[in-house]
């Protein structure tokens, strides 16, 4: 490797120290991100002059010693389905090419209010419609651990990037294992927060009672400083919690576990898995023991239910969500001689394939004769499921499960049968319906490429899943191995 990795810890350090500027750290990302771009396909824009702004901003700050903190002058990359005043915003949509929205999202302000600097925006699936990238409406994204395979999705921008050494951390968002399966396929950390920790203003919606942001990293510290800037109450988004944001990192108990209660839920250990997957799980699962957590058997009677319920409410939502783009916001087609025209023409033309077949399906669940057979049966099972884990939290701190039955894919594996690319998310999709926190941990490597365990909580129970991937990365080195570029073609 040509340089040492650049964690957010360790560029906090850098510029602390005074032996990098915040500019010299962004032009180093910039560099490295020019280096891999076009071939990588993470980032849909580089916002270049931006970040050079934003950092000599930063260096000021840090010379006058005004309000520096571990983000202030640090580079970073955000999927690009958050809003960025003047800079363009697309989902990966062809329907929102020429979007630039008139102002931030909150998460975004925070980051600017904390001197952070945005280097770029990045790859996903459109809309955050996949689990490999391959939806993108503009170019795939690699795995930089293999060029042959998928980073995951939808976030699998925000998954490569960090993966690649581009930069030391980004933002994902999660509706129903956006951010934890790329993460996992990538050989990274990555968090979807409780449902309203993180405000949503500002997001482009895709699932509004699922969505979640979160950040990716290489370090669950990381992970662990940028949550603490984002979260919070936000009077901009009604279903925001108006819950204490706790500092996260100064909990850490090193690699001590005594007294935490893991649960593993048999629903979530069954066969399908790919058998090196299940053997990092395993020896994980043995690593923590040996930290001192104890472990235990807990079920989540549900869990069957979680891909339908968690299917059928999000198309239902997409559908709803998706409306607003109508040829007369946003984006018009060419030429339309009347209003229908001017819809049929845009919408054909700006959505791709998975989601027309969402909008199609979400329409169907909500009409009238199909909405008690489908949509509200999905959300009394969703009920259920939320009680699974409420009663599993009863006696653990914390579950321990798989985050993918297996390693990154390769191109086109999946891509032709929507339903065998929907069970790809098969361990991911009930934490979404419950509104609980999941972390995504690197445990291992099978045949080469990265796996990932998810650690689940219940609402607000970050501290816990936080101390928990902190000590597991004390104890272990996978979050410090990168991928070999002989080995990518
Ligand atoms: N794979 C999930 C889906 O296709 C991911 C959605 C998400 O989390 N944005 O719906």
Redesign the pocket.
């Known amino acids: 490797m040509a340089h040492p990795p650049l964690t957010l810890a360790r560029a906090t350090e850098l510029l602390r120290t005074r032996q990098a500027s915040s500019v010299e750290l962004t032009k180093q990302c910039l560099a490295r991100v020019h280096a891999a771009e076009p071939n990588l396909g993470a980032f849909l824009s580089i916002t270049e002059e931006h970040a050079l702004k934003q950092a000599r901003a930063a260096d000021e700050r840090i010379a006058r010693g005004d309000n520096v903190g571990p983000l202030t002058g640090v580079p970073y990359a955000v999927k690009d389905c958050l809003n960025t005043v003047g800079l363009r915003t697309t989902c990966a949509s062809k329907i929102l090419r020429d979007y630039v929205s008139p102002y931030d999202a909150t998460v975004i302000r925070k980051l600017n209010a904390a001197g952070a600097v945005m280097v770029g925006k990045l790859n996903?699936?459109e809309?955050?419609?996949?689990?490999s990238c391959e939806?993108s409406g503009y170019f795939p994204c690699k795995n930089p651990w293999d060029h042959g395979r998928v980073p995951g999705?939808?976030?699998g921008g925000s998954g490569a990037a960090v993966a690649a050494d581009l930069v030391p951390y980004t933002l994902g968002?999660?509706?129903?294992?956006?951010?934890r399966?790329p993460a996992a396929f990538c050989g990274v950390v990555g968090l979807?927060s409780t449902y309203g920790r993180v405000s949503r203003n500002g997001l482009l919606a895709?699932?509004s009672s699922?969505?979640s942001i979160g950040p990716m990293a290489w370090t669950v510290e990381d992970v662990a400083q940028v949550t603490r800037v984002i979260a919070g109450r936000d009077p901009l988004d009604s279903t925001s919690l108006d819950a204490p944001v706790p500092d996260y990192a100064a909990q850490f108990t090193g690699a001590d576990l005594k007294g935490v209660r893991l649960g593993m839920p048999k629903e979530y250990f069954t066969e399908g898995m790919q058998p090196g997957v299940a053997k990092a799980l395993l020896a994980a699962i043995d690593n923590l023991k040996g930290l001192g957590a104890t472990v235990q058997d807990v079920s989540l009677p549900h869990t069957k239910y979680a891909m339908p319920v968690?299917?059928t409410v999000?198309f239902a939502e997409a559908s709803a969500n998706l409306a607003r783009y109508d040829g007369v916001r946003f984006r018009t087609a060419a030429e339309a001689d009347d209003l229908l025209n001017l819809y049929l023409r845009t919408r054909a033309d700006g959505f791709g394939p998975?989601v027309k077949r969402?909008i199609l399906l979400g329409t169907y669940v909500l009409s009238v004769g199909h909405y008690d057979a489908y949509y509200l049966k999905a959300q009394q099972v969703r009920e259920l499921m939320r009680q699974d884990f409420d009663k599993a939290f009863e006696s653990c701190d914390a579950l321990i499960t798989p985050v993918a039955p297996t390693t990154a894919f390769k191109f086109g594996e999946k891509s032709a049968d929507p339903l065998a690319?929907?069970l790809?998310?098969i361990y991911?999709?009930a934490v979404?319906p419950s509104g609980v926190p999941g972390l995504s941990v690197p445990c291992g490597f099978a045949d080469g490429l990265p796996v990932g365990m998810q650690l689940i909580g219940p609402r607000l129970g970050e501290p816990t899943l936080f101390r928990i991937g902190h000590a597991y990365q004390q104890s272990t080195d996978w979050h410090l191995r990168r991928p070999n570029s002989e080995t990518t073609a």
């Not at 809309?127 to 689990?131: A, H, K, P």
């Open positions: 996903m699936d809309f955050g419609m996949g689990s939806n999705g939808s976030s968002e999660d509706t129903g294992g956006s951010i399966m979807k895709l699932s699922f969505d968690y299917y999000q998975e969402r690319m929907y790809s998310d991911v999709t979404n």
